[in-house]
C-alpha cells in the first residue's frame, strides 16, 4: 500500500499482533472472544457494518485492557470495507 495506507498498515500489524499476543496467554474474556469469532464471519462475509458493531460491543466492555488492538482493528475494518468493497 503506498504511502499514508502502508505506515497505517504497519501500525495495524503492530496493533493485531497485541491481539494475537493475548488471544496466545488467555487473556480476553468469553465475552470478548465471542464477539471477535462474530466479527470475524461478519468479514468473512464482506459485512463490514455488522462487523463494526461488534467492535463497538468490544469497544462498550473491553476498551480499558485493550485499547491498542481496538484501534488497529477499527482501522483495519475501514480499510477492508474501502477497498474490499461489501455492505
Known amino acids: 500500500l503506498p504511502g499514508a495506507e502502508g505506515k497505517k498498515a504497519l501500525d495495524i500489524k503492530q496493533r493485531i ?4 499476543q493475548k488471544l496466545g496467554s488467555n487473556e480476553l474474556s468469553a465475552t470478548a472472544i465471542s464477539e471477535l469469532s462474530q466479527l470475524t464471519s461478519a468479514v ?22 485493550n485499547n491498542d488492538w481496538l484501534l488497529g482493528l477499527k482501522t ?12
Open 17 to 20: 499482533h497485541g491481539l494475537a
Open 76 to 87: 483495519l475494518l475501514l480499510m477492508a470495507k474501502k477497498h474490499l468493497g461489501g455492505q
Open 44 to 65: 468473512a462475509a464482506q459485512n463490514y457494518t455488522e462487523a463494526q458493531r461488534h467492535h463497538l460491543n468490544l469497544v462498550k466492555t473491553d476498551w480499558t485492557n
